[in-house]
Structures are given as C-alpha cells and as structure tokens.
C-alpha cells in the first residue's frame, strides 16, 4: 500500500469521524498482514470497535448533558451502608424492564442515605441502553415550569418533559411549593402517568406531601 493510499484513507477517516479506526488504523494493519487476516475479518474488526467506540461516546455525552450532580454507578454503592435497601429488588429495576411497564419509582428516606446516588445510577443505566434520560431538581423544576406559564409556552415545556423515556426529579419536597407550584407539577406528572415513568426522591413520607404541594388533593 503506498503512502498516498494511506494518507487518502486517514482523510476518508476523519471525514467520516471514524476515530477508533483512525487510532488503531497502523498498528491493526501490519498484524492483519502478518497474521494473514482476510478482508472480511479485518472489516469485522474495524467496523465492531468503531461501533463499540461510537456507542461510548454517544453515552459519556449523553451522561455529560444531563447534568447529575453525582456520576456514580450502582456498582459504586454501597449497600452494607444501608443494609435496609433490597438489593435484588434494585438490581432487578436495574434492568429497565419498569420502563417498559411505565411505572415510576420513589425513594424516600433522610438526607444522606443514598437515593439521589440510585436515582442517578438508574438514569445512567438508562443511558447505557440509549433511552431518553433527563435529571433535574424539584425545586429547579418548577421555578422553569412557572417560567414557562409566564412566557406563554408552557405546552411546549409539558411537551418537551413529558417525551422523555425518564425523568429524574429529585429532592422532592425539600423546599414547599405554592399552589401554582403544586397544580404546574400535577399537569407534568398527569402528562407522563402510565405512559412513561418518574424517578423521585424525597426526603418527606407520602403522609406529609399534602403539605409539601400545598393541596391535599393534589
């Protein structure tokens, strides 16, 4: 192969953004030589890491905008810490199969004990697999939803949030909300109920979250 043919194919390359091929483009090729490799073995080797490499950048950015205040995986927990969580009950969610039910998770307990880290690690699984993932703070939330009433375009926002394969809110009920608050929150989780499932956290008992929206029936 000569020098212009290379160069040519590490242009075509980087056009194409081919970049783990580009990488290992030199190296791959005089052992593909020396070990005799046919040209359906050496595409097969290109085209699957480049697949592969393609399929972690696409989740490491995807991780990167949504903004979790910490990346840490299931893997990272702790259970011992909290030896009141079931672990099997949380490694079966781990398989997303709640996604494709619609059915939504709480977890309640104290600051400190670990539910935004589950939330997260549940939102990056989710990631892993390439579904539509979004995390947010409650209070963060709707401070954006009255944004949006007020500017007029608050169809827009309930549209945008409520496609998300999965929404993370967490820190429910840390700081109250006032009525208009509360009844802009109803209309997003009214949107999403059933058809596609919320991730909360919240450091207050369902006994007490008449109190934290401001409406009993809310």
């Known amino acids: 192969m000569t020098e212009l043919t290379m160069e040519r194919l590490r242009e075509n390359l980087e056009s194409l953004k081919m970049k783990n091929t580009l990488e290992i483009l030199d190296n791959y090729l005089e052992r593909a030589v020396k070990d005799e490799l046919n040209i359906v073995e050496v595409l097969d080797h290109i085209f699957a890491g480049e697949a592969l490499s393609k399929r ?9 905008m949504l903004g979790f205040p910490i990346k840490k995986t299931l893997e990272d927990f702790d259970f011992s810490f909290q030896p009141s969580i079931d672990k099997r009950q949380i490694e079966e969610l781990a398989t997303m199969r709640f996604l494709e039910n619609g059915e939504n998770i709480v977890f309640l ?3 400190g004990v670990g539910k935004t880290h589950l939330a997260s690690a549940f939102g990056m699984v989710a ?4 579904f539509s993932t979004y995390y947010i703070n409650c209070h963060t939330l709707i401070e954006q939803l009255k944004k949006a009433h007020f500017e007029n375009r608050l169809p827009d926002k309930l549209k945008t949030l ?16 006032d009525i208009q608050g509360a009844n802009l929150f109803f209309q997003l989780i009214a949107r999403r109920y059933e058809k596609v499932p919320t991730v909360f956290t919240s450091n207050k008992p369902f006994s007490q979250w008449n109190k934290v929206f401001a409406d009993v029936t809310i």
Request: aromatic content about 10%; overall charge positive; hydrophobic content about 30%.
């Open 127 to 130: 990631a892993r697999h390439r």
């Open 109 to 111: 307990g104290p600051p």
């Open 56 to 64: 972690k950048r696409a989740y490491e950015k995807q991780v990167q």
């Open 162 to 177: 409520g496609k998300y394969k999965l929404l993370i809110i967490d820190e429910t009920g840390y700081l109250p909300m």
